[in-house]
């Protein structure tokens, strides 16, 4: 194992930032102690420089479907980097390992006839998939059609029209004026849209209804396309009901609105399904993917766009391009992950843990005297704790971060208003023996952080049917 010196650990804290992903309370609980050091993986697990072993169950943001530390993985990079490191995809020239990953893609991918534009990051895919959206219509004859939707509660990148189309205010207004030409349109899930009813199906019938009348409103010959992730995960796991994609895939079809799926985080297995659009058998015009295809292991993204949109620029090429577009060693990476999918059968075993996950996670959330959500799909779990309004619920955020850390797990916490979300999602290895053991840690961490929250307290918590959307949200 690497040793890192003194240096080397105060340069963590001096001079690197991940500025969404900071605690600013972690410094002045915990003086001294964070960022804790990650140095090595090894299956589910992770390994601080202390030598302390950890269930990653989403410090890797779903990126590492296939698990850490995997021979397999670290020979197929080596071997590439060895036979050739970099090849552009500039001036004429390809090579064969981009290409047989695409066709491998072509296969799996609910997009007709798929071809590939290949990127460095789920938010330039979904960069190219706008620019493609726009630049397709236009060339149509259509250059009216330039508007681009999408829902409240979603995430769809840094890059600049990724952070317009990511309708969450935090991530939006330190960088106003934004990427003109963008709408919000509603979240079909129980608190994440201005008018909700909390009660899943008739929620998700209005926001379909109130999603047709945003197009009607700004006229369905303006809109270029519907940008959305098929199970969105700011703030909760939100799964739709099952009617809603293929009706949104209805009104795109009868305006002649391009449908792109974002699929950065739910693609490659995480949802049970090797695609989440699978699940209600859905075909957008473009997929946007990244953090799985490659397990994390190399920096990737792609979007996949269907011929028939693709044919508008065979004699003048899309505007776009990228130094390391079809990298050679990544192209590697989503190779072998690909193979070891499909090879240990890693997509069914997401799909045999989800009633696992959410009989544990309702069992967790159970114990709080709170307001709980749980949400799941295949090994993408969410918990969502309403706290009263007298607490101080970024506090709790950075105990429970905290605490699951000294019980031995590695997860995503977050926090919109009074509601903080626990994320569970862990790599697709994982088996019910660690799942259970991780669950079990991670129910005593929350155990003690409610304790503690609870006895400091006073006021009653309402009942969950009476939460505040906005709260829900952040907004």
Known sequence: MFRFSAASKSAARTHVRHYAADFPLLDELFPGTYPRLLVEGDGTDLIDSEGHRLLDAGNHLGACVVGHGRRDMAEAIAAQVRSMEFASLEAGASHPYVAELALELAGR?????????????????????????????????????????????????????????????????????????????????????????????????????????????????????????????????????????????????????????????SGFGRTGAMFACDHWGVRPDMLTMAKGLTSGYVPMGATAVSRRIQEAFEVSPLAHVNTYAGHPVASAAALATLRILDDERLVENAAAHEDGLRQRLEEIGDEAPWPTRVSVRGLLGSLEIRLPEDADAERFRSLLWHESYEHGVVLRVTRGGQTVSVFFYPPLTITGDAMHSGLGRLAAAVRQVVRATAEGSERTPQPAGQNDSRDLTGR
């Open 109 to 265: 991918v609910p997009v007709d006839d798929a071809v590939f534009s290949f990127t460095s990051s789920g938010s330039e895919a979904n960069e190219v998939a706008v620019k493609i959206a726009r630049d397709y219509h236009r060339r149509r004859g259509e250059s009216g059609r330039f508007k681009i939707l999408s829902r409240y509660g979603s995430y769809h990148g840094s890059s600049y029209a990724a952070t317009t189309a990511t309708s969450i205010p935090a991530f939006r207004e330190p960088f106003q004026p934004l990427v003109p030409g963008f709408v919000s349109l509603p979240q079909p899930f129980p608190g994440f849209c201005p008018s909700c009813s909390f009660e899943e199906k008739s929620c998700g019938e209005s926001c379909f209804e109130q999603t047709a009348a945003v197009v009607e409103r700004e006229g369905p010959e303006t809109v270029a396309a519907i940008l959305a992730e098929p199970i969105s995960i700011p703030g909760a796991v939100k799964v739709p009901y099952p009617e809603y994609w293929p009706r949104l895939r209805e009104l795109c079809d009868r305006y002649g609105i391009l449908l792109i799926a974002d699929e950065v985080v």
